[in-house]
């Protein structure tokens, strides 16, 4: 894989994670919202720049993946999306405050193991 390939991938991954932080922010304040002054969630959720800006960063990712797609063979670039799960995982405990058990560290750690036996695989 090229340096540029995997400039994109990886972009394709981070930006994908960092829209779903974003659409888990602004959902959360959508629902927070309508807790307490009722009304339309859908509503609430197509007005919030969180929401918009996580769908438009999601939809930012979705093309740089499908540029991937055009340069890296599938078997290369999906399992790149394990580094997305230990993204989330991370961001949710840190940016978002949200609990994270043992279990869920030691099953992002054992994907992330997965992602580096694939491709320590390729490499030969």
């Given at each position: ?19 779903q932080?974003?659409l ?13 002054e009722?009304g ?11 929401v ?37 995982v ?20 054992l ?14």
């Open positions: 894989m090229t340096l540029p390939s995997l400039t994109l991938l990886l972009f394709a991954v981070f930006a994908s994670a960092g829209g932080i974003m888990k922010h602004g959902m959360k304040g959508a629902a927070a919202t309508v807790g307490r009722g339309s969630l859908a509503m609430r959720a197509a007005t919030s720049p969180w918009v800006l996580g769908l438009l960063v999601f939809a930012v990712s979705a093309l740089a993946w499908m540029a991937t797609l055009a340069k890296v063979p599938l078997s290369i670039a999906y399992p790149f999306n394990a580094l997305g799960y230990l993204l989330i991370l961001a949710g405990s840190t940016v978002l405050h949200e609990r994270t058990s043992m279990w869920t560290w030691g099953g992002s750690l994907v992330v193991i997965g992602l580096v036996t694939v491709m320590a695989g390729q490499q030969r």
